[in-house]
Every structure is written in structure tokens, then in C-alpha cells.
């Protein structure tokens, strides 16, 4: 090779790696460009994190709070918080948190809204028939609770009940029908001893002036029999009379339906959205108890379809009875969240009454004082009904209009 090729392919090399270098050095910059990119853009992220936490803190401690944050200094950066109440009748809160840090932005928005005791599968302030019973009542081996339990009370479990929910809490100490080795119950999910929760004391009378607003009314009467035909309700007030009817959509428009001091006798299929509040005005248990004389049951059954938007809520200041009569002689469908603020949920003369069959509830179950639907012996059922409760995983992310609260938030959405 002649002295003149050797300098071209010297200089062919050297050119070669110059491009190479170029293009190297090109690629480590834009490496490190797109590093810087990454690291703004994951620090205004964290700020707008911090920012709709800290607003979600501001709204748990003062439930009024919409002020929000313009400009706040924050991690170098800062912050912007947006707070609107998209639904005032349900509570429901959209909080916008943007955080920006050196020209980059990002935003997440959250809806909130007030928590309340439908999410529970089973609740209950005393696990006996009244405050004053020294009876105790168990959770067996054939017991098992598929949603969120919690108990003021002690939680007495014999041959280990299962408790599966979201999440399972007591008061009261566990306490076992034998011992800890024979009667030690299943929990899954997040366990929490210890938790106080009250029921709240005027559940029921608070909902009168969402009655009065944009829900019906009915008082001044002893009995209302109520009979749900899809979306119109049917009632009169008393046996022999012949129903009236309402449509719903326009008579109840916010869903809530009310008797004030009055007895409720309830059946039917609905189709929507609502909650059957009723009180009493006396220290008596007769009014404000919601009668169950028949199926009380979705026009689409959630079990069927998921996409089902039917939502019963029954709300009792005393007891909610399944009626003792010929439609539940042979088990009773409910699919409902049922509340009962000072006394239960239970079957009218379960001891006396024949045997029943099941209780087909598909809902929730919140109450006082717990009550007995039949009794059992070493052969069985003795009488009235056994228990075929299943929790309605809808009532974990909506409720029924105007549910009494447990005075916290929860999490509905969160977009990002």
C-alpha cells in the first residue's frame, strides 16, 4: 500500500470514528435530557399527590372546606388545589390538585364522598336483643361474612366463623365459646381491634329535611303500606283501602321517602335509586318500624347484571320485622341495605313462628341491637328462618340516598 492509501484510509478511519463519537455524545445528551424530563415531570407529579392529599385532610377535618390552594410553595415547586361540590345532596366532592416544579405540570383529579354504614355488611352496637340482655349470641362455623363487619361489642365466636371482607374490626375483645384453639375465627383482609365506631343517635330524624326538599312526606297518619311498582309506589294507609299511586321520578326526585312517626308496611320491586326513611316521635317502638310483608327485591337483580343501578336503602328508627304472615311462610328475598338505629333487624315471633325456610338478603345489615330470625337445636332449625346473607359489592363504591354516616370520607374516583 502506497504511502498516499495509507493517509486515505487513516483519514477514512478517523472520520468514521468521529461520527460515531458524534452520534454518541448526541445520544448520552439526549439520555441525560430525557433524565431531567423524567425527574420535573415525576416531582410535579409527587406535588399534585401532595396537594390533593393535603386538600382530602382539610375537607376530613372541616367537612365545609372548599377554599382550596392558589400558588402554594411547595418541594421547590408549587402547588394548586381546585375543590367543587359536584353533588351537594349526596356529598360528593371533586378535588382538581395540579403541581408544577421547573415548566413541568401535572394534574389528578379525586371525587370523595361522605362515608357511610351501607358499606358494611354487618354492623352492630350490641350483639344481643337489647342493651340490658345478658344473652350472647354467636358467630358459628357455619357462619361466614363475605363484606366489611365491624361490632361495638365483643365478638363471641364459636368452631371458627369466617369473616371475609375488605376489612373486619371489634370494639370489644374476641371472646370463645370454648377456647382459642377450638373456636379461632378466619379473617382476611385488614383486621382492626380496638376500632370505635357509633352509630350515629339521629340518623333517621336528620332526614326529614332532605324529605322536605326534593323527597315525599308521608305523616299524620298511623300506617303506610307501601308497595313498590318498579318506579311508581303504590300506598295507601289502610289494608282495605285501594292503593294510590306515585311516580316516583317526579314525586321523590332526590330519591329519599319518608314517614314521620308512622308504621311502615313494605313490599314490591324497585326500579331506581331510593331510601324508605321512617320514625318515631315517642319513646314507644311501635311507630317507626318498617314492616317486611312480602319479597322486597331490584327489577334487575345485580347478581344478574353488574351493570344494575337499583338501590334500596330501608331505614328504621326501631325495629325493621319480617312480618309473620302466608307470604313468608316459604323464605323471603330482600335486596336491600338495612338500617335500624336503636333497635334490629330480625323475624317477628321467630320462636314461635313455623319453619320458614331462608332470608335471601342481598345487601347489608346495620343495627342496634342484634335480633334472632329463628331458633336452632342439635338437629337444626327449630324455627323461623336460617340466614342466606350475601353483601352486595356495589354498596362498597355507591349507597342509597341520604345513608346515615359513619363521619368520614372514601374514595370514589381517581383520574390521572
Known sequence: MTGKAILLVVMGFTLTLLIVGHKFGN?????????????????????????????????????????????????????????????????????????????????????????????????????????????????????????????????????????????????????????KSTDKPTITGIYEPGKNLEIPPQAVENLEAAADDKGFKFENKDTVYLFFDKDTLRYKHKYSDKYLALYLPTAAPNGLIYAKNMVVRLKGTVKGKYTIGCSSSTTSTGKGTIWLDDDI?????????????????????????????????????????????????????????????????????????????????SSGIKSGFTKQYRYDWRLAFMSPPFYPGTGGFRIVSWFE
Open 297 to 377: 327485591v331490584y327489577n334487575t337483580n345485580p347478581m344478574v347484571d353488574p351493570n344494575s343501578t337499583d338501590l334500596l336503602g330501608i331505614i328504621a328508627e326501631n325495629y325493621i320485622w319480617i312480618t309473620e304472615n302466608a307470604a313468608n311462610k316459604n323464605n323471603i328475598n330482600i335486596q336491600a341495605s338495612v338500617f335500624s338505629e336503636k333497635w334490629g333487624f330480625g323475624a317477628y315471633n321467630h320462636a314461635s313462628r313455623p319453619i320458614s325456610g331462608d332470608i335471601n338478603l342481598l345487601g347489608g345489615i346495620q343495627q342496634n341491637c342484634r335480633q334472632p330470625v329463628g331458633t336452632f337445636g
Open 27 to 179: 445520544i448520552s445528551n439526549q439520555a441525560v435530557d430525557n433524565y431531567v424530563k423524567y425527574q420535573k415531570e415525576t416531582v410535579a407529579h409527587n406535588i399534585a399527590i401532595s396537594g390533593a392529599n393535603i386538600a382530602a385532610n382539610a375537607i376530613y377535618m372541616n367537612p365545609t372546606w372548599t377554599t382550596g390552594y392558589s400558588n402554594l410553595p411547595f418541594q421547590d415547586g408549587y402547588l394548586n388545589v381546585n375543590v367543587q361540590i359536584v353533588d351537594a345532596d349526596l356529598g360528593l366532592r371533586e378535588i382538581t390538585s395540579t403541581g408544577t416544579f421547573m415548566g413541568k405540570s401535572s394534574q389528578i383529579k379525586l371525587r370523595i364522598a361522605p362515608s357511610n354504614f351501607s358499606e358494611y355488611a354487618y354492623y352492630s352496637t350490641y350483639e344481643r336483643s337489647s342493651p340490658s340482655s345478658t344473652e350472647k349470641i354467636w358467630w358459628t362455623g357455619k357462619d361466614t361474612v363475605w363484606g366489611p363487619f365491624h361490632t361495638q361489642d365483643k365478638l363471641r365466636v364459636a368452631n371458627h366463623p369466617a369473616f371475609l371482607g375488605k376489612h373486619t374490626s371489634h370494639k370489644g375483645a374476641i371472646e370463645y365459646y370454648t377456647n
